[in-house]
């Protein structure tokens, strides 16, 4: 028996910055276009909705910080929104991520999605889990403009994201530099805040060609996009990305990781818009990167397989696999 469309659809969010923030922002918008009501939660709050928690008619999308709620849930889609790391997380905090997804697939009321194939691969094959649908992140609606024809002046090597060890700006900052030497007129913007900042900053003293922008809202970001000649990310791990396909609509060329989800936002443009250096981030490979691509000239780039809606029917879709009582047909994930 299938279920009916959801009478409301529950999204627990993320921190103030980062790409789950992003990816519930894109998904509240995409569920409002269908008509179907929808909130966003932090992921504490998720026990103060007890009672839509345990209502079938209502879909509950968890973000991976709040899947531990996933056994007392009826008709819950838990996300796997990244793959677990020990040496970042710890040890327990790992073990506690992965037990969690366990529970996930346990639950009868909840599935396991993940949100790209590098993840999936990586969840299946070292901790055995069941990933019940692969269903990539949306972009968010200021991104769904093509700046093809724009006349703008592109300026900038831009980075957009948290400011974490984990991003490795640490590591591209000496190439970065190398590249403005290279180039006169170049800058670069690295927006953003976070842990590292502090330590960035200093990397970066008394170079004016670097400028550090803070936390912008999504219209500022497409801005500054529009005025980079190349978005640059370091993270070799990076589950999806959605910042690369972000930086590609507004037609800025990429540099990345040969690594990571990230590959698979636009796999077409690999060498092309997109210019990869090697996963171990060494300066020679990342500098030669760059170069590429302040050269290429990159081709507008489809979102549409991107679009709040087309990925909210995504959801839907998934959705399905739920009877009317809210429990998963485990068989339809396998």
């Not at 922002?25 to 269908?34: C, D, H, M, S, Y």
């Not at 020990?86 to 037990?99: C, E």
């Not at 670097?210 to 791990?237: C, H, M, N, W, Y």
Request: glycine share 8%.
């Amino acid at each position: 028996m299938e279920s009916a469309l959801p009478a409301k659809v529950l999204i627990t969010g993320g921190r103030e910055l980062g790409g789950v923030t992003s990816f519930a922002e894109g998904l509240r918008a995409g569920f409002t276009e269908l008509g179907i009501p929808v909130e966003v939660i932090s992921p504490s709050r998720i026990f103060l909705h007890w009672s839509e928690l345990r209502n079938p008619r209502i879909l509950k999308i968890l973000s991976t910080s709040a899947v531990f709620a996933a056994p007392l849930a009826r008709r819950a889609i838990c996300m796997a929104h990244g793959v677990t790391r020990a040496y970042l997380q710890g040890l327990w905090k790992m073990m506690a991520v992965v037990g969690t997804f366990k529970l996930a697939n346990a639950s009868c009321g909840a599935q396991l999605v993940a949100v790209s194939d590098y993840v999936a691969a990586h969840l299946q094959t070292i901790f055995n889990l069941r990933i019940d649908a692969v269903v990539r992140n949306p972009l968010r609606p200021a991104f769904l403009e093509s700046a093809e024809h724009l006349s703008t002046e592109r300026i900038f090597i831009t980075y957009v994201g948290v400011l974490d060890a984990v991003k490795n700006l640490h590591l591209l900052l000496p190439a970065m530099r190398e590249i403005l030497e290279e180039n006169p007129g170049l800058r670069v913007c690295i927006a953003g805040d976070g842990p590292q900042r502090a330590e960035l900053e200093g990397l970066a003293t008394g170079d004016e060609r670097i400028e550090f922008a803070g936390v912008l809202d999504p219209s500022q970001v497409r801005e500054k996009l529009r005025r980079s000649r190349v978005f640059i990310s370091g993270t070799p791990t990076e589950a999806l990305g959605i910042a690369y396909l972000e930086a590609l609509s507004q037609g800025c060329a990429v540099a990345m990781p040969a690594a990571g989800g990230g590959l698979e936002i636009a796999p077409e443009q690999i060498g092309r818009g997109i210019q990869l250096f090697s996963a171990s981030l060494d300066r020679v490979s990342v500098v030669n990167a760059l170069r590429m691509a302040l050269v290429s000239a990159p081709k507008a780039v489809s979102v549409a397989t991107y679009a709040p809606r087309v990925v909210a029917e995504a959801y839907l879709a998934a959705d399905t696999r739920f009877s009317a009582r809210g429990s998963f047909h485990a068989e339809a994930g396998r």
